[in-house]
């Protein structure tokens, strides 16, 4: 059974740096599409990255540029660098794993990035 755990969220002034990771307790992670979504106050939920289990990555046009999706298939854990962060950047950050077909994603409980001066 898969179960994720989001860290590395906080308050970061503009222009700064937080890098989140993500550890996943199942057997199956090396296997699975991963991504990093978040969820702004009053806002739907929006995937900003994802990436295959060889690495392939995709980004929102949002943070193209200032964040990288990785992993770590022996740690069994996610990342994602968030660089030059901006106000608008604030919201509850989640990981997935991605599932096919009709079957939602699996979600972790998020953690909260605030950017603010």
């Known amino acids: 059974q898969v179960q994720l755990a989001e860290s590395g969220g906080g308050l970061v002034q503009p222009g700064g740096s937080l890098r989140l990771s993500c550890a996943d307790s199942g057997s199956t992670f090396r296997l699975n599409i991963m991504a990093w979504s978040r969820q702004a106050v009053g806002k739907p939920r929006e995937t900003v990255a994802t990436i295959t289990p060889v690495g392939s990555t995709t980004y929102a046009n949002s943070v193209k540029g200032r964040f990288t999706i990785s992993r770590d298939n022996f740690k069994n854990t996610l990342y994602l660098q968030m660089d030059s962060l901006k106000p608008e950047d604030t919201a509850v950050y989640y990981c997935?794993?991605?599932?096919?077909?009709?079957?939602?994603?699996?979600w972790g409980q998020g953690t909260q990035v605030t950017v603010s001066s």
């Open positions: 997935a794993v991605v599932r096919g077909g009709s079957m939602p994603p699996i």
